[in-house]
Antibody, heavy 125, light 110 residues
Framework: QVQLVQSGSELKKPGASVKVSCKAS????????MNWVRQAPGQGLEWMGW????????SYAQGFTGRFVFSLDTSVSTAYLQISSLKAEDTAVFYC??????????????????WGQGTLVTVSS | QSALTQPPSASGSPGQSVTISCTGT?????????VSWYQQHPGKAPKLLIY???KRPSGVPDRFSGSKSGNTASLTVSGLQAEDEADYYC??????????FGIGTKVTVL
């Protein structure tokens, strides 16, 4: 069965970096896009962008350029989200989500059929 | 890109129907037939309920249905059950290779 298993919660100080992993199983990582979604405490979902798992080419949503990096290690079927120069306002749960095979539009996955369990990143001094 | 507008809450008794709206603009909801809906229980990951406005992934009960008129999409949950109590989010393709989510609606089963 398809599973996305994310790394555990992180507590970081402002200015530090964090790398969240998302290990895919039950399917081939390179057959589906991988998206990242942020959910601040008590808030809604925010699409951060996605990475083409064939080419490794990332695409970032507005507001997620610069400090946010999507990457892959296909040898271990894992996608990564790295955030640098952490700020208190980065405190959130971050989800990886597989782009569904149907519903692509203009080269963008528009729906997400499997999600990781989420990784809480807390930024506090 | 502004979040899509959803009512903060909705409620219904078991067996009844509840409809949640998702209002955007002609640049997102109204411009494309790529609206999705997700259900999120507290502390859990979202689950895809509807994609491309009206389509249900396999395994999603047909009690969940989607529609769209103009700049507003809707999710209807028929035959409400206790386990339907959750937060619901819409999303839409928003042009320029972007996806925007709604602000979310908390559904309470009375």
């Amino acid at each position: 069965q398809v599973q996305l298993v994310q790394s555990g919660s992180e507590l970081k100080k402002p200015g530090a970096s964090v790398k969240v992993s998302c290990k895919a199983s039950g399917y081939s990582l390179t057959n589906y896009a991988m998206n990242w979604v942020r959910q601040a405490p008590g808030q809604g979902l925010e699409w951060m962008g996605w990475i083409n798992t064939n080419t490794g080419n990332p695409s970032y949503a507005q507001g997620f350029t610069g400090r946010f990096v999507f990457s892959l290690d296909t040898s271990v079927s894992t996608a990564y989200l790295q955030i640098s120069s952490l700020k208190a306002e980065d405190t959130a749960v971050f989800y990886c989500a597989r782009g569904a095979s149907s519903g692509w539009f203009r080269g963008t996955p528009t729906s997400f059929d499997y999600w990781g369990q989420g990784t809480l990143v807390t930024v506090s001094s | 890109q502004s979040a899509l507008t959803q009512p903060p809450s909705a409620s219904g008794s078991p067996g009844q129907s509840v409809t949640i709206s998702c209002t955007g603009t002609s640049s997102d909801v109204g411009g494309y037939n790529y609206v999705s809906w997700y259900q999120q229980h507290p502390g859990k990951a979202p689950k895809l309920l509807i994609y491309e406005v009206t389509k249900r992934p396999s395994g999603v009960p047909d009690r969940f249905s989607g529609s769209k008129s103009g700049n507003t999409a809707s999710l209807t949950v028929s035959g409400l059950q206790a386990e339907d109590e959750a937060d619901y989010y819409c999303s839409s393709y928003a042009g320029s290779k972007n996806i925007v989510f709604g602000i979310g609606t908390k559904v309470t089963v009375l």
